[in-house]
Every structure is written in structure tokens, then in C-alpha cells.
């Protein structure tokens, strides 16, 4: 088994020292009854990942002796933009996300979301949502949490700005061409558009089409929301760490 990783915020990392936060430290001393001197990680979420010491103290527990751990993180900056669905579906969709190296992750009000938003079941979300890519985090050994958008509708994310220089794709069942990002270049970014459990509506693709997006198929069958996402990542990380891969033994 490797070593138990914990989530500490940047704040509380000073001068080779982490203080765990209070879930983080219960889990540690109640749940997994690790002991002074076992040997742990720990990650900040902002890139930087360490290993280091535990102290059990009657204030807190302590991880000391901090040492730096080199990041694995993915090749090209991936933002998922995914319709929402059943909440049940979205976590998973979530989860998956984080294993495979999204950096960012956008939830979508389309025409055929079957999930509302808004007040308190926004915010009662966001939290959910951002625990679950923290737990993922840890388990995939990531040190960076993926940034999570608050819920917004189609048109206000295509009117945006922030993504305009990446590349685009809108993954549509009705496409005639497979999607195949071997040729492409990603120096930006890249924006996976995923739809909801029926499907993109024909005005969405269309607006999609109007501001720049590429739209491709992931294939002859119907695939559900859920696994058209986490198969359009994996497509998309396949290449980028074969491409990587290719240009190390070239050189």
C-alpha cells in the first residue's frame, strides 16, 4: 500500500511544517490510528505535494520534515464543460474527471438537463462536488484540485471569453466525423463539451458552430452522458502522452 495522502491548504504550510485540518487530523488519528513518526504525504491543491513526519500533539496533528514531491500533472490544460444530469451520474462524472487530469470543470444548464439549480442547491452542490475531487485528488495522487464553475447556462458559457484561444470540440452523437485530436496542437487548452442524457438540442450545436466549435462523434453507438465524458478525456490524455512520448525518443 502506498503512503496515506492528506489535503492541507497552502495557508497552513509553513517553514517545513503542514498543521492538518480537523477532518483530515480525525481521519489520521481515529480512522487509520497512524503513529508519531509514520511517514505520510500531503498536498496543497495548488501544485505543491510533500512528504514528511507526523506529530500527534494535544493542539493538532503536525506533519514535519516537509519534502517536496515532483507534481503529476497532465500534459495540456483540459477544461471538461458537461451538461448536468442525475446528481448520482455528475459525482461519478466528477470523480473520473479528477483521475484523469481535468483542470477544469464546468457544470451546464442546456435544453435537456434534467437537473435544476439554484440557491441553497447550488451552493449545498458545490461543496459535494468539491469534496469529491478533493478525495480524488488524493486517491490519483494529483497535488492541483480542478477548479470547479458554478452552474451556468449554455449561452452565458459560449458568450464567454476565458476559453476563446483553446481548442473546442463539442462531442455530438449526430456528427459525421469520429473525433481523432492525434493532429491537433493544444498550446491553450482544450474545451470537451459534453451533453446531457438527450443529447445536445440542434440550436445548441449550431450556436456551439457559430463561436467556434468543432463538432465529432465518439463513435457509432449512443453512449450515455457519463461514459461520453470520461471516454472523450481518456481520448484526448491517450494522445497527448503518446505525442509526449514520441517527441522524447525523437530527441
Not at 483540459?78 to 481535468?102: H, M, N, R, Y
Request: a positive charge; hydrophobic letters at 40%.
Amino acid at each position: 500500500m502506498g503512503r496515506r495522502r492528506f489535503f492541507v491548504s497552502a495557508e497552513s504550510i509553513r517553514e517545513g511544517a503542514a498543521c492538518l485540518p480537523d477532518d483530515q487530523a480525525h481521519h489520521l488519528r481515529n480512522v487509520l490510528r497512524l503513529r508519531n513518526g509514520d511517514v505520510v504525504e500531503i498536498f496543497d491543491g495548488k501544485g505543491g505535494g510533500y512528504s514528511g513526519e507526523i506529530e500527534l500533539l494535544k493542539t493538532g496533528v503536525f506533519v514535519r520534515r516537509l519534502r517536496p514531491i515532483a507534481a503529476q500533472e497532465s500534459r495540456v490544460r483540459v477544461i471538461l464543460a458537461a451538461a448536468l444530469i442525475k446528481p448520482s451520474k455528475f459525482d461519478w462524472i466528477l470523480q473520473k474527471a479528477t483521475e484523469l487530469g481535468v483542470q477544469e470543470i464546468i457544470p451546464l444548464n442546456t435544453q435537456r438537463s434534467d437537473v435544476g439549480t439554484g440557491g441553497n442547491k447550488t451552493a449545498n452542490r458545490m461543496q459535494r462536488w468539491e469534496r469529491i475531487v478533493m478525495e480524488a485528488s488524493k486517491q490519483c495522487r494529483r497535488s492541483t484540485l480542478p477548479r470547479i464553475h458554478e452552474p451556468q447556462s449554455f449561452a452565458d458559457f459560449l458568450s464567454g471569453k476565458e476559453f476563446a484561444s483553446c481548442t473546442r470540440y463539442m462531442l455530438y452523437e449526430q456528427a459525421p466525423n469520429i473525433w481523432n485530436p492525434g493532429t491537433a496542437t493544444f498550446s491553450e487548452g482544450v474545451v470537451l463539451g459534453i451533453g446531457p442524457e438527450g443529447g445536445w438540442d440542434e440550436g445548441e450545436v449550431e450556436q456551439a458552430k457559430a463561436v467556434g466549435y468543432e463538432t465529432f462523434s465518439l463513435g457509432p453507438w449512443i453512449l450515455r452522458a457519463e461514459t461520453a465524458a470520461i471516454t472523450a478525456i481518456s481520448i484526448l490524455q491517450h494522445y497527448v502522452n503518446l505525442s509526449t512520448l514520441n517527441s522524447s525518443c525523437r530527441t
